[in-house]
C-alpha cells in the first residue's frame, strides 16, 4: 500500500522550497560608498539623511543597500573602479557621469551665511566676503574653487564647532547647510533669535543624486524605479520624517508650482513661519512675470492658500513626535 504525505506535511514542504528558492532569487543589497557628511551620510545610527531617504525609497523598490563609508580621498577612487555598484549621496562632474547612471535630484545641499546677530548677512557670493574669517568643517565636500572665492576660511570640526567659534568670536561667519539652519531654528527658536543672523541667500548650492554604475544590466531600470518613489515619498511625509522638518516646499502634482506639504494634516491654526524646500526656485525667464504662490497639500488636496484649506485641518494635533523621526540627533549645542 503506498503512503503519501499528509496536508500539512506538504504544506510544510511548499513552504520550505518557497524560503530556499526565495533567498536565491531575492537581489543581493547593493554595495554602495560614500564620506562621512554628517548630517546627510554617516554610519549607521548617526545623523545620515541623504543615505536614510535612499534606503527608504530602495526599499520601497524591494531591494536594499549597504553603505561603506571611506575618507574623502579614497571617495571618487573607490566610486570609479568598480568596488561598489555606486553611491546613495553624490554630485555629478563629467568623470563620474561616464561611469554611472544618476537618478534625479533628490535632495539640494544648499549653503547659507550665519553670523552673529546683527551681523550684515547680505551676501550674493563669497567673492563678497573678501578679508572675512568664515568657518567651514574640515573634510566636506565644498568644491575645488573654494579657496578661491575670497574669504579666509577656518576648518572646523563640527557644525556645533563652527558656531562656537561664530559666537566666541573666533570667526566672522559660518557657512551652514539649510536643513541644519532650518533644524537649529526650529528647535532653538530663542537662542537663533536672539544671538544669530542667518542669510537667505545660498552662497553654495549643489544637488545631490542616487547613481548605479553603468555596467550593471539592471542600472537603468534601478533608476527608473528610485525616480518614480520620490514625489510619493514627500506626499506620504517620508522626506518629512526622514528630514526631522514640520513643512516642505516641493511640486506634489508636477505642474511647475510648488505646494506646501505639512508633517501631518493637523497642522495647527496658522500658516508655516518656516518651511524648508526640496530644490531652490529656478530663475524665472521672464523677470517681470510675477510668481505663482504656492498652494497647501493637506488631507490629499491642494489649496490655493491657507484660507481654503478647511477648519478641520486646522486643529491642534495632540500626537507625539513619531520615535521613526530619524536615525540620530542632527545638532546638540549649549548656548
Same mark, same amino acid.
Given at each position: 500500500?503506498? /503512503?503519501? =504525505?499528509?496536508?500539512?506535511?506538504? !504544506? +510544510? @514542504?511548499?513552504?520550505?522550497?518557497?524560503?530556499? &528558492? #526565495? *533567498?536565491?532569487?531575492?537581489?543581493?543589497?547593493?554595495?554602495?560608498?560614500?564620506?562621512?557628511?554628517?548630517?546627510?551620510?554617516?554610519?549607521?545610527?548617526?545623523?545620515?539623511?541623504?543615505?536614510?531617504?535612499?534606503?527608504?525609497?530602495?526599499?520601497?523598490?524591494?531591494?536594499?543597500?549597504?553603505?561603506?563609508?571611506?575618507?574623502?580621498?579614497?571617495?571618487?577612487?573607490?566610486?570609479?573602479?568598480?568596488?561598489?555598484?555606486?553611491?546613495?549621496?553624490?554630485?555629478?562632474?563629467?568623470?563620474?557621469?561616464?561611469?554611472?547612471?544618476? /537618478?534625479? =535630484?533628490?535632495?539640494?545641499?544648499? !549653503? +547659507? @551665511?550665519?553670523?552673529?546677530?546683527?551681523?550684515? &548677512? #547680505? *551676501?550674493?557670493?563669497?567673492?563678497?566676503?573678501?578679508?572675512?574669517?568664515?568657518?567651514?568643517?574640515?573634510?566636506?565636500?565644498?568644491?575645488?574653487?573654494?579657496?578661491?572665492?575670497?574669504?579666509?576660511?577656518?576648518?572646523?570640526?563640527?557644525?556645533?564647532?563652527?558656531?562656537?567659534?561664530?559666537?566666541?568670536?573666533?570667526?566672522?561667519?559660518?557657512?551652514?547647510?539649510?536643513?541644519?539652519?532650518?533644524?537649529?531654528?526650529?528647535?532653538?527658536?530663542?537662542?537663533?533669535?536672539?544671538?544669530?543672523?542667518?542669510?537667505?541667500?545660498?552662497?553654495?548650492?549643489?544637488?545631490?543624486?542616487?547613481? +548605479?554604475?553603468?555596467?550593471?544590466?539592471?542600472?537603468?531600470?534601478?533608476?527608473?524605479?528610485?525616480?518614480?518613489?520620490?514625489?510619493?515619498?514627500?506626499?506620504?511625509?517620508?522626506?518629512?520624517?526622514?528630514?526631522?522638518?514640520?513643512?516642505?516646499?516641493?511640486?506634489?502634482?508636477?505642474?511647475?508650482?510648488?505646494?506646501?506639504?505639512?508633517?501631518?494634516?493637523?497642522?495647527?491654526?496658522?500658516?508655516?513661519?518656516?518651511?524648508?524646500?526640496?530644490?531652490?526656485?529656478?530663475?524665472?525667464?521672464?523677470?517681470?512675470?510675477?510668481?505663482?504662490?504656492?498652494?497647501?497639500?493637506?488631507?490629499?488636496?491642494?489649496?490655493?492658500?491657507?484660507?481654503?484649506?478647511?477648519?478641520?485641518?486646522?486643529?491642534?494635533?495632540?500626537?507625539?513626535?513619531?520615535?521613526?523621526?530619524?536615525?540620530?540627533?542632527?545638532?546638540?549645542?549649549?548656548?
Amino acid at each position: 500500500m503506498r /503512503s503519501y =504525505p499528509s496536508r500539512a506535511t506538504s !504544506l +510544510v @514542504l511548499l513552504a520550505a522550497i518557497w524560503l530556499v &528558492v #526565495s *533567498a536565491q532569487t531575492a537581489p543581493a543589497p547593493l554595495a554602495l560608498v560614500s564620506t562621512a557628511w554628517p548630517p546627510f551620510t554617516d554610519g549607521p545610527g548617526q545623523p545620515r539623511f541623504a543615505l536614510d531617504l535612499v534606503e527608504a525609497a530602495l526599499n520601497r523598490i524591494g531591494l536594499s543597500a549597504k553603505t561603506s563609508i571611506v575618507s574623502a580621498s579614497q571617495f571618487t577612487p573607490s566610486l570609479l573602479t568598480g568596488a561598489f555598484d555606486g553611491s546613495a549621496a553624490v554630485w555629478k562632474d563629467p568623470e563620474r557621469e561616464r561611469v554611472l547612471l544618476f /537618478s534625479q =535630484p533628490y535632495l539640494e545641499n544648499r !549653503l +547659507v @551665511l550665519v553670523g552673529r546677530r546683527g551681523s550684515d &548677512v #547680505s *551676501a550674493k557670493a563669497l567673492s563678497d566676503l573678501k578679508g572675512k574669517r568664515v568657518a567651514i568643517v574640515e573634510g566636506y565636500s565644498y568644491g575645488d574653487t573654494i579657496d578661491a572665492a575670497g574669504p579666509a576660511f577656518v576648518r572646523s570640526r563640527s557644525e556645533e564647532d563652527s558656531l562656537t567659534r561664530l559666537l566666541n568670536g573666533g570667526v566672522d561667519y559660518t557657512l551652514m547647510d539649510e536643513l541644519v539652519v532650518q533644524y537649529i531654528v526650529s528647535n532653538y527658536p530663542k537662542e537663533s533669535g536672539t544671538r544669530l543672523q542667518i542669510g537667505s541667500t545660498s552662497l553654495l548650492t549643489r544637488e545631490l543624486y542616487f547613481a +548605479v554604475r553603468r555596467s550593471r544590466p539592471d542600472a537603468a531600470q534601478i533608476i527608473a524605479r528610485f525616480n518614480a518613489q520620490i514625489t510619493g515619498m514627500i506626499a506620504d511625509r517620508t522626506y518629512h520624517r526622514l528630514l526631522h522638518v514640520d513643512w516642505i516646499r516641493a511640486d506634489i502634482n508636477g505642474d511647475g508650482v510648488p505646494e506646501y506639504v505639512p508633517l501631518n494634516d493637523r497642522p495647527g491654526p496658522s500658516e508655516p513661519e518656516h518651511v524648508y524646500s526640496i530644490f531652490a526656485d529656478p530663475k524665472p525667464a521672464a523677470p517681470a512675470q510675477t510668481p505663482t504662490k504656492p498652494g497647501f497639500y493637506v488631507g490629499g488636496n491642494i489649496y490655493s492658500d491657507w484660507a481654503s484649506v478647511p477648519d478641520s485641518y486646522k486643529e491642534v494635533n495632540s500626537q507625539q513626535p513619531d520615535p521613526r523621526r530619524a536615525s540620530g540627533t542632527i545638532f546638540r549645542f549649549s548656548w
